[in-house]
């Protein structure tokens, strides 16, 4: 359940990570909640509500532009079903 759900989420953050119209300050919090979610020594439930602390933070970044904050809300509520 919970790879699935981390694979879906890790195709969405790159996406973030890749788009040149996203700030930089956001695609970093993209790519360390991916390193996140990939370190697989780590409970499945501290990766999930690490990743949905960092990323709570940055989707009220006034500076987000709406897609990437559209896509930021699909993580968090794939997320927070774990």
């Given amino acids: 359940m919970s790879n699935k759900t981390f694979e879906k989420v890790s195709k969405i953050l790159k996406s973030i990570m890749e788009d040149t119209s996203v700030p930089r300050n956001i695609r970093r919090a993209a790519e360390e909640s991916n ?48």
Avoid at 48 to 66: K, M, Q, R, W, Y
Avoid at 70 to 75: D, F, G, M
């Fill in 35 to 82: 390193e996140i979610l990939q370190n697989e020594e780590e409970d499945v439930t501290i990766r999930a509500s690490t990743v949905i602390s960092i990323l709570d933070e940055i989707s009220n970044d006034p500076n987000i532009p709406i897609h990437a904050r559209t896509l930021i809300w699909e993580i968090l509520s794939e997320l927070e079903s774990i």
